[in-house]
T-cell receptor
């Protein structure tokens, strides 16, 4: 099946710094990518939807200036957590839409820890 | 609003036991329903789906039937294997599998030999 990768898989940073997470579709072109956040023992919560070449659409309650999303190409989307704080510590998961199959393919996730 | 409730885990079974993981939903409109599986260290994978009432999704011995009257989509397997150990997520979408998904909290299944 289609493969989606995320990098890094784990990151630890100091409070106040910015962290960039990459999401790549390895063997297909993804016109749409989704970013989810998962807290321990909680469900995945959609943060934003990004379409290649256009601005991301953020879900209610998600700060767009805090979580910057760039979808510069059909195979790469990035999520930048700006001025990270301990409450931003979480598991971030991306998915990519393969339109021909009406299905999302998920990356393995990135564990962010802010000290 | 739209939401998914699935049984809390963890669930621990012996090999060849029968598995049921309950999932109920609340939705405006007529959602498509999904089960995703996440093996350790990997991303979520679509296990099965159903797009309308009374549809049965099936894959790898797992089955789930879209029950509109009870707003449920319970996952079942007649005989689990150790390799089925994973976290299972129930989800819905109002616009198909490539659009916004609403997930349950996930149920961790451990199958012992």
């Amino acid at each position: 099946g289609a493969v989606v990768s995320q990098h890094p898989s784990r990151v630890i940073c100091k409070s106040g710094t910015s962290v960039k997470i990459e999401c790549r579709s390895l063997d297909f072109q993804a016109t749409t990518m989704f970013w989810y956040r998962q807290f321990p023992k909680q469900s995945l919560m959609l943060m934003a939807t990004s379409n290649e070449g256009s601005k991301a659409t953020y879900e209610q309650g998600v700060e767009k200036d805090k979580f910057l999303i760039n979808h510069a190409s059909l195979t790469l989307s990035t999520l930048t957590v700006t001025s990270a704080h301990p409450e931003d510590s979480s598991f971030y998961i991306c998915s990519a839409r393969f339109f021909m199959l009406d299905e999302q393919f998920f990356g393995p996730g990135t564990r962010l820890t802010v000290l | 609003g739209n939401s998914v409730t699935q049984m809390e885990g963890p669930v621990t079974l012996s090999e060849e036991a029968f598995l049921t993981i309950n999932c109920t939903y609340t939705a405006t409109g007529y959602p498509s329903l999904f089960w995703y599986v996440q093996y350790p260290g990997e991303g979520l994978q679509l296990l099965l789906k159903a797009t309308k009432a009374d549809d049965k999704g099936s894959n790898k011995g797992f089955e789930a039937t879209y029950r509109k009257e009870t707003t449920s989509f319970h996952l079942e397997k007649g005989s689990v294997q150790v390799s089925d150990s994973a976290v299972y997520f129930c989800a819905l979408s109002l616009r198909g599998g490539s659009e916004k998904l609403v997930f349950g909290k996930g149920t961790k299944l451990t199958v012992n030999p």
